[in-house]
């Protein structure tokens, strides 16, 4: 089993490009999340969704959107990319929503 | 919003001695959950504790918690070089899926 995983590791952006992160896993878990990671700041949650076709905003959705189309997949999208998003972005699954499951993050910086 | 927050400590300890760090919490809980960051990686959790019990192991890890004051503590007994990581607590809100992540306490584990 694969777990949780993102695609890609890394990226570079120019601002105002637009990207998506994808976010895989074969827990069968119905919580997925976004958060990012910046230094000092802890993890915040982005957005997240608690089932197949649900989507909800998170402490800091501003700039992202998201869907979950399929139970297994969650995708985070950047639509015009600014240096505020520069980040390190981690995807996490959950069953019931307790112990979260996190995959190993995408490093993005925004040029 | 950040719920969880972790005293701010950077420790720097020799291996075979213990590491306590603590968090504090605003709000009611269910629960409140450990996870630890090696460098560059995704967190993993740790342990659990719902907010009916006081004390729980697994391991070389106790963690306490202390619903009257909103607080947390986590020991980590004989510590290793392994254990050099981040480490940080997480609280659920009633009838919430989501989590709130402290700021994470960073513990270095001299050989």
């Known amino acids: 089993n694969a777990g949780v995983t993102q695609t890609p590791k890394f990226r570079v952006l120019k601002t105002g490009q637009s990207m998506t992160l994808l976010c895989a896993q074969d827990m069968n878990h119905e919580y997925m999340y976004w958060y990012r990671q910046d230094p000092g700041m802890g993890l915040r949650l982005i957005h997240y969704s608690v089932g197949e076709g649900t989507t909800a905003k998170g402490e800091v959705p501003d700039g992202y959107n998201v869907s979950r189309l399929k139970k297994q997949n969650f995708l985070l999208g950047l639509e015009s990319a600014a240096p505020s998003q520069t980040s390190v972005y981690f995807c996490?699954?959950?069953?019931?929503?307790?112990?979260?499951?996190f995959g190993p993050g995408t490093r993005l910086t925004v040029l | 919003s950040q719920q969880g927050e972790e005293d701010p400590q950077a420790l720097s300890i020799q291996e075979g001695e213990n590491a306590t760090m603590n968090c504090s919490y605003k709000?009611?809980?269910?629960?409140l959950q450990w996870y630890r960051q090696n460098s560059g990686r995704g967190l993993v959790h740790l342990i659990l504790?719902?907010?009916?019990?006081r004390e729980k192991h697994s391991g070389r890890l106790r963690v306490t918690l202390d619903t009257s004051k909103k607080s947390s503590s986590l020991l980590i007994t004989a510590s290793r070089a392994a254990d050099t990581a981040s480490y940080f607590c997480a609280t659920d809100v009633h009838g919430n899926n989501r989590l709130a992540f402290g700021k994470g306490n960073q513990v270095v584990v001299i050989p």
């Open positions: 996490a699954t959950s069953n019931q929503g307790y112990t979260q499951y």
């Open positions: 504790i719902r907010s009916n019990e």
């Open positions: 709000t009611s809980i269910n629960n």
